[in-house]
């Protein structure tokens, strides 16, 4: 397989754009708008050039190549630490008892209160695939690219690590939920709330979204079923997470109701998991398939590849060791795939 996931480069703004055309909406992190992803590719080449290794309010966009022709065909984001420029804003799901003496009942009514509980945590989010490349395990290697990214950069990254999945849309790029809820509110459709919000921030929710817990009860059927599930063509996604060690704590998105999922960053799977080695001259052929990260920011860059431990390092197979343009000596980081 001729791929590797590398850093973004600003002259990947063509390729980007034309992601981003395919994604049907409901994609924050990736607007079909030039200017909102030029902007996007600019924030993420500072981010790549700073000089400071803590968290702050950065970008990093990656994207997935195909090696023979150079082309990009998938594209994922880490945010460093959420909330600093704008507020975050969730929904949050819980329940509210009360009790009636007199009726001899107990209600248990469950309630949407907006929140800023995640501010301040890391994100994983923007991945998107080519439609033609749906198979192959590229998907894995795309998301599992951004955990190794965060352990090769771990202290520009925070203690919680979250990731908004998109959540159901309809054939007419409507979301029931904003119909159901936040529509009343905004005078504006679903499509030109999610790209207002993509281009200009969300502070908007924050001066006319109301303040007060929503009781779920009094929203229609139709956004009372979607809270929380994913969009059809990210259920993969949401099992990916899970298996990551991700897991749904009741916040939901507050555009389309999808899940918002979150983890301990030094529990993620990968991110615990991976090991770090020197590559050493040799074949790689026979060992067992992983992912193998090298290089640091701008040159971060990462493989499939069939690893062999070695006495004092790695080997990896001819193909694997191509695509990652390593030498013998360089410190990589690998994971087993």
């Known amino acids: 397989m001729s791929f590797r996931v590398r850093a973004a480069r600003p002259d990947d703004l063509d390729a980007l754009y034309e992601l981003a055309k395919l994604t049907g909406g409901g994609f924050t992190n990736l607007p079909p708008d030039r200017d909102a992803l030029a902007g996007r590719l600019g924030r ?38 959420i909330g600093q420029h704008w507020p975050f804003y969730s929904y949050r799901l819980g329940t509210l008892t009360q009790s009636s003496r007199e009726l001899g009942r107990t209600f248990r009514a469950e309630m949407l209160s907006l929140t800023t509980d995640l501010e301040g945590a890391s994100e994983v989010g923007g991945l998107f695939l080519h439609p033609r490349e749906r198979a192959g395990g590229l998907g894995q290697l795309l998301a599992r690219a951004r955990y190794l990214f965060i ?12 990731a908004e999945l998109r959540g159901v849309i309809d054939e007419a790029g409507g979301s029931p939920f904003w119909d159901g809820l936040a529509g009343k509110f905004f005078g504006m459709s679903f499509q030109e709330a999610d790209q207002f919000n993509a281009v200009h921030g969300n502070q908007f ?16 059927e139709s956004a009372r ?11 993969a996604a ?11 704590e009741g916040y939901i998105d507050i555009f389309d109701g999808g899940p918002t999922m979150a ?17 050493v001259a040799g ?26 431990a070695r006495e004092d390092g790695i080997a990896l197979d001819p193909q694997g060791a191509a695509l990652l343009g390593a030498a013998p000596g360089e410190e990589v980081l690998h994971v087993a795939r």
């Not at 079923?225 to 059809?232: A, D, E, I």
């Not at 949401?238 to 749904?248: A, D, P, Q, W």
């Open 44 to 81: 993420s080449a500072a981010a790549y050039a700073k000089s400071e290794d803590g968290p702050g309010d950065d970008l990093y966009v990656l994207m997935l190549e195909e090696c023979e022709t150079g082309q990009v065909r998938g594209t994922a984001q880490v945010f460093s630490q």
């Open 151 to 162: 352990r090769r950069h771990r202290a520009r990254f925070t203690a919680r690590v979250i």
């Open 205 to 220: 929710i924050a001066d006319l979204m109301p303040k007060h817990p929503i009781y779920t009860a009094m929203l229609p």
């Open 225 to 235: 079923h979607v809270m929380g599930l994913p969009h059809p063509t990210g259920r």
């Open 238 to 248: 949401m099992r990916m997470l899970e298996v990551e060690g991700f897991s749904h």
């Open 263 to 279: 983890a301990a960053t030094d529990s993620i799977r990968t991110v615990r998991n991976a090991e770090t080695a020197r590559l």
């Open 283 to 308: 074949d790689g052929e026979g060992g067992s398939h992983a992912l193998v990260a090298a290089g640091r920011l701008e040159t971060f860059r990462v493989v499939q590849a069939l690893v062999s």
